[in-house]
């Protein structure tokens, strides 16, 4: 973590990736070695500083206020589970694929 590039630069650090992560992912996924990055961005994303986990669901003071947010940098991942039960609780006033209770604002 001493290694890590300061989280207020928002530059790339190009020599970092290079030097740390490069060898890491080559050595966990070998066909890593014939890719080479041809670009990268840097910037701030979406994060629950509470218990580092969404929060889905009906706001508490709000009636029509939905949110599914706090993914820190998942949200592509979760996006197909996170939809479908956001749109059972809009539609139907509950989840029903999946029990995410435990991701609403009553935990904050």
Do not use: K, M
Not at 34 to 61: E, I, K
Not at 85 to 98: I, K, M, N, P, Q
């Amino acid at each position: 973590q001493d290694e890590e590039p300061d989280p207020s630069d928002l530059s790339v650090d190009h020599d970092f990736f290079q030097e740390q992560i490069w060898p890491r992912l080559a050595q966990r996924v070998p066909s890593f070695e014939s890719l080479r990055v041809l670009g990268a961005w840097a910037g701030y994303y979406d994060y629950n500083t509470f218990d580092q986990n969404p929060v889905l669901g009906r706001h508490p003071r709000l009636e029509n206020l939905f949110v599914a947010g706090g993914f820190s940098g998942h949200g592509l991942q979760h996006a197909p589970a996170a939809g479908r039960a956001l749109a059972e609780l809009v539609l139907r006033g509950r989840f029903e694929s999946l029990d995410l209770q435990r991701l609403g604002w009553a935990r904050l």
